[in-house]
């Protein structure tokens, strides 16, 4: 299979994406769950634990800063579905603003992160990463955070994991997706736009409804 930007962008506007079965496969084939995990942007909710840790602060967050960093940090696990193809196809869409990163900083150390694909209003969440504890965690308040600032209306999670589950994210049917999804895809949304919040901005618009 030939990948490029464009082909990679209509998979997912109509609701598929690329996987390989591991780093050195040069193969790719298309995924097409029949359940799909979502975050529903107004599901997330930060807990009293990580509330605190956020609120202790000592690290910094950013967007776009090192999307090569936080897409490699996602592929340095023994099992990973990011093979070389794959990985310069998103450093590809990333240069054409429709992939973004956000990363959480130890002073100059990349400690957690997580990055995606952007088309319309839909973000198409495809991996994350934790060097330290709660550094994803983090991560994942700040993007969900993002998402609805900057006027985004699906959070696609691809599969629903149980930490995922823990955090707020539900699973649908293929059908309820494709009706989201081509809602999302026609919408518009700016990742970059919103300024960096403060932890406690982040915490009070994640915490404020039960």
Known sequence: MSLSPELLLHAYSIGIFPMAEHRNDPEVFWVDPK?????????FRISRSLARRMRRGGF???????????????????????????????????ALKHAHSLEVWNGPDLIGGVYGVVVGAAFFGE??????TDASK??????????????FT???T???????????????????????????VNG???????????????????????
């Open 35 to 43: 359940r799909r995990g979502i975050f529903p942007l107004d599901g």
């Open 60 to 94: 910094e967050v950013t967007i776009d800063r090192d999307f090569a960093g936080v897409l490699d940090a996602c592929a340095d696990r023994a099992e990973t579905w990011i093979n070389a193809e794959i990985r310069q196809h998103y450093l590809d869409l990333h």
């Open 127 to 132: 991996s994350m990463f934790s060097r330290q």
């Open 138 to 151: 983090i991560a994942l308040a700040y993007l969900v955070d993002r998402l609805r600032q900057a006027g």
């Open 154 to 156: 699906l959070f696609d």
């Open 158 to 184: 691809q599969f629903l994991t149980a930490h995922l589950a823990s955090l707020g994210a539900v699973e649908i049917s293929r059908a309820e997706y494709h009706l989201r999804l081509e809602e999302a």
């Open 188 to 210: 518009s949304a700016d990742f970059s736009g919103p300024p960096i919040p403060s932890a406690q901005d982040v915490i009070q618009r994640n915490t404020q409804t039960s």
